[in-house]
């Protein structure tokens, strides 16, 4: 039996996240999912293994690729190293919201400045706002680091889902993007704020990261295909 016939609305909502160290696993995993997902997340643990290739190998599959390496450092050092990864072909790049309004336009400078070398369209810049994992966050906090983003000109955000609705009143023209989802009945490890993909997206998220809901299932397609119905009565 072929792969069930998922809306491209629906995919263009579902990023996997490719979050093991071995390329080959990840690549056959890859494909094994992309009539699900439209977006290959590789986060730091697979690029720091397997660096550029970590990027190009999804991008030939026909995902846009979301390179989660979180930037955080000095603004000239994180200019540096965005332009390096603006060459190669992500679509979307995190940078720690927390750097500060100078760090985050240097990204998305930097990204800019490598994309156009290359002849590549700019990934866009999501900000960090607060780990998933960070249940104790200060009040304000949120509210500061999205001011940082809005005034750097970053054209997303990743948030919990809880953060929603003040991401969409302060700042109602990015991209929401929402890690941390977990349907009924899976464990929430080590997820603070997680959430179910229709509880996100009827709070306004606009990118569902799926990880270990789908790759650790025993069945991952039929974990998948139970998602993608979700998203799909909740839009």
């Known amino acids: 039996m072929g792969p069930p016939d998922i809306s491209e609305e629906v995919r263009s909502r579902l990023a996997l996240a490719l979050d093991v160290d071995d390329l080959v696993e990840a690549?056959?995993?890859g494909r094994r999912m992309l009539p699900w997902f439209s977006v290959?997340?590789?986060?730091?643990?697979?690029?720091?293994?397997?660096?550029?290739?970590?990027?190009?190998?999804?991008?030939?599959?026909?995902?846009?690729?979301?390179l989660d390496v979180?930037?955080?450092?000095?603004?000239?050092?994180?200019?540096?190293?965005?332009?390096?990864?603006?060459?190669?072909?992500?679509?979307?790049?995190t940078v720690h919201a927390s750097g500060g309004t100078q760090m985050l336009s240097a990204a998305v400078g930097g990204l800019n400045e490598g994309a156009s070398a290359v002849g590549l369209a700019p990934p866009m810049v999501l900000a960090v706002t607060i780990?998933?994992?960070?249940?104790?966050?200060?009040?304000?906090?949120?509210?500061?680091?999205?001011?940082?983003?809005?005034?750097?000109?970053?054209?997303?955000?990743?948030?919990a889902a809880s953060e929603l609705a003040e991401v969409s009143r302060l700042a109602p023209e990015m991209l929401s993007v929402v890690p941390g989802i977990r349907p009924d009945g899976v464990a929430s490890h080590d997820q603070g704020r997680p959430a179910t993909p229709s509880q996100a997206i009827s709070q306004g998220a606009g990118l569902l990261v799926i990880g270990r809901a789908v790759t650790g299932s025993e069945d991952p397609e039929s974990a998948a295909t139970g998602i993608a119905d979700e998203v799909a009565q909740s839009i």
């Open 131 to 159: 780990l998933t994992s960070d249940r104790d966050a200060p009040s304000g906090l949120l509210e500061e680091r999205l001011g940082h983003a809005v005034n750097a000109g970053c054209g997303g955000v990743v948030c």
């Open 70 to 93: 979180k930037l955080h450092d000095i603004p000239t050092t994180v200019g540096k190293a965005a332009r390096v990864l603006g060459s190669l072909g992500a679509s979307y790049v």
């Open 40 to 66: 290959a997340k590789v986060g730091l643990e697979l690029f720091s293994a397997s660096g550029p290739e970590a990027v190009g190998i999804f991008v030939d599959q026909g995902y846009d690729v979301f």
């Open 27 to 29: 690549g056959r995993l």
